[in-house]
């Protein structure tokens, strides 16, 4: 004669593990480039979050170089279109922001040479009053120091509008150093340019910065 065996399966059930779905905006930036590589196109959630986190960081890149243009929405959109269609391409995804810079410089600059916009040669023949790395002061970066944070905003505006003024060759040249961090050898290969001349449009265009900002450091 057989007997049932009574079974608690309240007891079971606290030992299933739960399975938890971590929210798209709780996943880091790694991950969620990561989630964009995974399948045939990248995920859309995850595509959208990332889009979320890194349009300031395009546009402040955008406004930099091109800060006369009424367009940089349109060139914003197309740097996220070539993001979409190459994120697969990235071996490093811990390296998204870098990759992602260069992406918006290169966009950049394809259009500054279809508008022709540099039309005139700007001479280089005057020496290098100054050698890199000599300033005593750096234009903001994305994570400005405690002796940058004291600085007040006045002085960035002021800053941001001498930087707009520069002529095109010196504006991308010192955006591309100081504000996106490139070596000297990528911003030769994207502006097509010698090493040599890098370099001193580095010099010269941190010497008109100085210049056109003295009065008001004086002050």
């Given at each position: 004669?057989?007997?049932?065996?009574?079974?608690?399966?309240?007891?079971?059930?606290?030992?299933?593990?739960?399975?938890?779905?971590?929210?798209?905006?709780?996943?880091?930036?790694?991950?969620?480039?990561?989630?964009?590589q995974?399948?045939?196109?990248p995920?859309?959630?995850?595509?959208?979050?990332?889009?979320?986190?890194?349009?300031?960081?395009?546009e402040?890149?955008?406004?930099?170089?091109?800060?006369?243009w009424?367009?940089?929405?349109d060139?914003?959109?197309?740097?996220?279109?070539?993001?979409?269609?190459?994120?697969?391409?990235?071996?490093?995804?811990?390296?998204f922001?870098?990759?992602?810079?260069?992406?918006?410089?290169?966009l950049?600059?394809?259009?500054?040479r279809?508008?022709?916009?540099?039309?005139?040669?700007i001479?280089?023949?005057?020496?290098?009053?100054?050698?890199?790395?000599?300033?005593?002061w750096?234009?903001?970066?994305?994570?400005?120091g405690?002796?940058?944070?004291?600085?007040?905003?006045?002085?960035?505006?002021?800053l941001?509008?001498?930087?707009?003024?520069?002529p095109?060759?010196?504006?991308?040249?010192?955006?591309?150093r100081?504000?996106?961090?490139?070596?000297?050898?990528?911003?030769?290969?994207?502006?097509?340019?010698?090493l040599?001349t890098?370099?001193?449009?580095?010099?010269?265009?941190?010497?008109?910065l100085?210049?056109?900002?003295?009065?008001y450091?004086?002050?």
């Amino acid at each position: 004669m057989s007997q049932s065996i009574p079974v608690s399966w309240s007891s079971a059930e606290v030992m299933i593990p739960q399975t938890q779905v971590q929210p798209i905006e709780k996943l880091s930036n790694y991950d969620l480039v990561l989630r964009c590589q995974t399948g045939h196109r990248p995920q859309r959630e995850a595509f959208a979050e990332l889009l979320r986190r890194y349009q300031p960081h395009v546009e402040k890149i955008l406004y930099h170089l091109a800060p006369d243009w009424q367009d940089r929405a349109d060139l914003a959109q197309e740097v996220w279109i070539r993001v979409y269609r190459n994120i697969k391409r990235l071996n490093e995804p811990v390296k998204f922001q870098g990759w992602l810079s260069r992406i918006a410089t290169n966009l950049f600059y394809d259009e500054l040479r279809k508008r022709k916009r540099v039309t005139q040669p700007i001479s280089l023949d005057a020496p290098r009053m100054l050698d890199d790395g000599e300033m005593d002061w750096e234009i903001a970066a994305d994570n400005p120091g405690p002796v940058e944070k004291l600085s007040t905003t006045e002085f960035y505006e002021q800053l941001h509008r001498a930087i707009a003024d520069l002529p095109d060759v010196f504006r991308i040249t010192i955006v591309l150093r100081e504000i996106e961090g490139m070596a000297y050898e990528e911003i030769a290969e994207i502006t097509g340019v010698s090493l040599g001349t890098v370099k001193s449009r580095i010099a010269r265009a941190r010497q008109r910065l100085q210049s056109q900002l003295q009065n008001y450091l004086d002050s």
